[in-house]
Nanobody
Framework: QVQLVESGGGLVQAGGSLRLSCAAS????????MGWYRQAPGMQRELVAG???????NYADSVKGRFTIFRDNAKNTVSLQMNSLKPEDTAVYYC??????????????WGQGTQVTVSS
């Protein structure tokens, strides 16, 4: 079994900062891409930021210059530093990882989600 456990959500005022963290554990051989998605009420889940095992980055245009994704391959963790938060960043944030199991199966896993609320 593989688990992704998130932490770090909460309530913050506009202009403030939060850091989200996600740790993968279980039967893991390696991890390809890790990322963060978000889903606001009534909206589709969207990619916020992604990072490959080699360190290539991908950001949604709406968060470029404000959010930074980074990972620790030795610890199987991925984090999202969110600065200059805006009310429109309010959503449930989900960690995502493409994991190679010890039997070499490639599987996609999601965290349970963590609420980020930005007040104006």
């Amino acid at each position: 079994q593989v688990q992704l456990v998130e932490s770090g959500g909460g309530l913050v005022q506009a202009g403030g900062s939060l850091r989200l963290s996600c740790a993968a554990s279980g039967s893991i051989f390696s991890i390809n891409t890790m990322g963060w998605y978000r889903q606001a009420p009534g909206m589709q889940r969207e990619l916020v930021a992604g990072i490959t095992s080699g360190g290539s980055l991908n950001y949604a245009d709406s968060v470029k210059g404000r959010f930074t994704i980074f990972r620790d391959n030795a610890k199987n963790t991925v984090s999202l530093q969110m600065n200059s938060l805006k009310p429109e960043d309010t959503a449930v944030y989900y960690c995502n990882a493409e994991i190679i199991r010890r039997n070499y199966a490639r599987e996609l896993y999601w965290g349970q989600g963590t609420q980020v609320t930005v007040s104006s």
